[in-house]
Each structure stands twice: as structure tokens, then as C-alpha cells.
């Protein structure tokens, strides 16, 4: 279970706003949480506490590749980030590195900045404390789910590395 | 079965596949960068794996901060170096290298037909070729370089058609502003944007390039474009193995088709923040510029040095203007000296910098300051992404930089050259 105060951002929120180019050849997430947002809002990474939820509109995560960009969010202490929708390359850096993110439009949207939020990630449910509602999130395809459940890519290549080297059985 | 998805459904041995569909493709190259590959040397080896899937089919270039900007960036390319030494795989450092994805077509790394994967956001640049291009993240290229292949989902397919014929200093950079401009940030997101049409049979290579470049920037996973006569000249003078053909059926399913007739087209210019802020160039208003940037990515190509020369040739950069020409390969750079466009920049007070992703990014020659404007033929303009996030960043074709820097204000080119 997540629970954590809202932090509140609109749509398209494009890497260069998520971590500066000057921190991108950071690789400490730690570090490269004290960028985090720096272009958009510099107080940012000062304001959040750890479990801290981050809340977007459309196409959050649009622009480079640059994985920093999810790294810095996981290391600036927010736990989750929900938005109406997500860029695609950052979708795919954030699950393979266990950075839980959701899409649920409604709450996207009815949420305010300070709102505080509890998530149930197993259930998909938002329940928005401040406002006494709750949002369901939009299901993950069956494969996506099970990324999450291999804690991440690297422990899900990492599994599957290890049965490829094992000798045939007779 | 569209493009994307022919290419695919072969690489994943499926008879046919449809948007949606999970696969288990394999990839034919597997590229990286100093801007994203440190992560993926890490992730590597937290994942256990020993060697590279194959050594001839991964590629390292150093472009985004080479040659090194400050002490970091070369602790990452020594780490990077060290690396593909040991893995013996294909690697381009200062001299060889120029911007990755000026550089992989010109090698003939990339060939019609293939899966590319890149971890870097506008590897779908080689979807000029008729292959199957995408950026993805430094885990995923991790996975890539060390299984030989990766998950991906199904895109669905949009098509986009261009008629009429262009007029002169209308660009194939022209046609992909206006198509984010018109379809927006997130109008192709997860999408494989397939692009045909009579004016695109007329563009050269280098104008394809700019225009798969910047599917990214309307949010798509490919940009696509089939396999022609000027495809096929430009890749038989390079590739050293074989390589696939695919088209589109013509009962192919398309989410959508867009018809765009353009033969009236001005040059664009997309205003800051957004690449889908585009706008006629003569809507543009009276904007005083710091800094042009003819380069990138996007129009960092021979053709398009050769259009900002015709501008540039025998005039002055405006004395408030800094004028910023990069190359995007050695290649490139050797031809634009060969051909003279290098004396015709340096004579026009313009500086002339080694390959390099340099000013685009914001990382190094040409970082702007607060309160700043450029004019850049890059492809993004986002707060911050050249530096201050108080400058301001215009993205337009090199011929309108190469304009804007003489003139000082952004301008058509037919303002200060004839066509």
C-alpha cells in the first residue's frame, strides 16, 4: 500500500522538464534526485517527502529516451506517478525499473495538488483521501503485470539468462 | 498487414501479427550512446549476462558530449570504451563518430527491412530506409545487447499522405512540423506513423531522414517509409550483406489516414515551447534572434549544409547572431569541405564545430542564456532543453536559421537568397 501527498503537474511534461541535461550523466538515483523537475518547478525536489505521489495529465514522460528520467523521480522519493496517459519510452523505463506508474484518467484529473492519495497497487485502486473518492486504474496487459511481478526487467532477463544456461535435461 | 507490422510478424517468425499483439522480437542492431549506455552497462551486468548476444550487432557511439564536455562525460566514455573493448564490439569514439543517427545509415549498419533498437529517443531516424526503428530506454537496450531481442507490443499503424509538389525552401523538416503541428505532441503515441505519398517520392534520403527523425516528436514508436529506387541507390553504395524488402499491403488496416495536400506549404516554424506549435513562417511575427543552429539528428546531413550554404554563400551573419553549423558526421563534414560549403560558412562569420549532438541537447558549444532566442534546425524546443529555462527555442529548416542569421530576425528564406 502507497500513501503519500499529491504533487500536481498538466500535460505534456516532456523529459527536459523532468531532468535537466546538465545531471543526465548521473547514474545515483539519490543524485539524480535533487534534478528532479529542476527546469519546471527547482523548489520540487526540496518539497517532496519520501511516498510522495506524483499526478500528470497527457503524455507525461514525452521526449528523449533518457531513463535519468523516471530514476530521478524514484529518487527524489516519490513512489508512484499517475496520469491520463504516458509517453511510451518513458512508460517502458518506468516499469522495467519497478517505478510503479498508472493510468486512470478520472483521478488524473480530479486530483489537486496536496491532495492526499492511498493506492492499492495489487487492485489498481486510487482512493483519494482529501476528496473521499476512489478511481480505478486502467488494467496492465497480462504481460506488462508480470514484468512488475519479476520485480523489473533486469531481474526478469536475469531469470531468464539463468534457465537459457542451464544444461538440457535428458 | 502494414509496413511496421510486415517487418515485425518476419522478425518474430509469425505468419502475420496484429496491433495489440505481445511479441518477442529479434533485433538486427542493437545501438547505444554516452548519453544513455552507462546505465545499460550496469543494468547488463546486474542481469548476469556475460557477453554481448552477438558483437558485430552492437554499436556504441560516442556523439552526444564528445568530444568530452567536462570531467563526467569522459569518465563515461572511458567506462564506455573499457567495455566494448572487452565485449569487441562495434565501437565509434572521437574521429570516426559523428551524430548516431547521421552515422549508422552512412555505415550501411542499417538496411531496409531490419529491427533496430536504440537508446536513444530518435533512433526511429532509420525508418527512412524501410526498416523497423525505436528508441528505448538504457534497461531495455541492456536486455537487447545481451538476449538479441526484446518485447514489444503490436503498434497500430497511422498513414500519412503528402500531395502536390513542394515549393522552393519547403523541406521534408517542413512536413513533419506541420504534421505534429496538426496532429499534435501525442498524436501518433505508441503508434507506427507510415508516410507516402507523390511529394515524398520527389524527397531525397536526407529530407526522409529529418521527417522519420521526428516522429518521436508527435509521440510515435516508428516513423516508416517504403523502400524505393533513391532507397535503394543510397543503400547499395553501402551495405555489405543482404537485406529484405517489405511493403505495405494495399488492404492494410490504418487507424487512420491523413491526406495532406502541401503544394502551398510555407517553410514552418514551431514556436516554444512545443514541436507542434507549428506555424507559416510569415505568421511568425518579428522575433530577434541570439543564436541559429544548422545541425542534429534531424538536418545535420550533406543536403541540408548545402541548403543553408545557398543562404549563407556570399552574405554576413547578423552582427547580434551567433551562427552555429554542425556537421553530423566526418563524412558529412569531408563533403561539406570538399564541396566548399565550409569556407562559404566560415566566410558568413558562422563557426563550424566538430560531429556532435553539441548545442541540441544543451550540452555543449551553444548552450543559450537566459532570456535567449535561437533559431534551430534541431527538433526540440522544449523549457530548458538548450540550456536556461528561460530561453527561447524556434525549430525551423536550416535554410530559415541560415536566413534568420543574416537577416537577425526569423525570416523565409527568399527574403535574403533567391531559390
Known sequence: MIRGRAHKFGDNIDTDGIIPVYAVNLTEPEELGRYCMA????????????GDILVAGKNFGCGSSREVAPWSIKGAGISCVIAESFARIFFRNAINIALPVIICPTAARQTADGDELQIDLSRGEIRNLTQGEVFKAVPYPKFISELIAAGGLVEHIRQR?????????? | ???????????????????????????????????????????????????????????????????????????????????????????????QAGICHVLLPEKGLVLPGEVVVGGDSHTCTYGALGAFATGMGSTDIAAAMATGDVWMQVPISLRFNYHGRLQPWVTGKDLILYTIGRIGVDGATYAAMEFGGEAIAELGMDDRFSMANMAIEAGGKAGLFEVDQKTLAYVKARARRTFSVFEPDPEANYAKVHEFEVSNLEPQVSLPHSPANAVDVSQVGTVEIDQAVIGSCTNGRLDDLRLAARVLKGRKVHSRVRCIVVPGSQEVYLQAVREGLVEDFIQAGAVVTPPTCGPCPGGHLGVIGEGERCVSSTNR??????????????LANPAVAAASAVSGVICHPQEVAKA
Open chain 2, 381 to 394: 524546443n522544449f523549457i530548458g532543453r538548450m540550456g536556461s529555462p528561460g530561453a527561447e527555442i524556434y
Open chain 1, 39 to 50: 527546469n519546471l518547478d527547482p523548489e520540487f525536489a526540496g518539497r517532496v517527502r519520501p
Open chain 2, 1 to 95: 498487414m502494414t509496413l511496421a507490422e510486415k517487418i515485425l510478424a518476419a522478425h518474430a517468425g509469425c505468419d502475420s501479427v496484429e496491433p495489440g499483439q505481445f511479441l518477442r522480437v529479434k533485433v538486427d542492431l542493437v545501438m547505444t550512446t554516452d548519453a544513455t549506455g552507462l546505465i545499460s552497462v550496469h543494468q547488463f551486468e546486474k542481469m548476469g549476462a556475460q557477453r554481448v548476444f552477438d558483437p558485430q550487432k552492437v554499436v556504441f557511439v560516442m556523439d552526444h558530449f564528445t568530444p568530452c564536455r567536462n570531467i563526467e562525460s569522459a569518465e563515461v566514455v572511458k567506462k564506455l570504451r573499457e567495455f566494448a573493448r572487452q565485449q569487441g564490439l562495434r565501437w565509434y569514439d572521437v574521429g
Open chain 1, 161 to 170: 539468462l539463468q534457465r537459457e544456461q542451464e544444461p538440457p535435461r535428458p
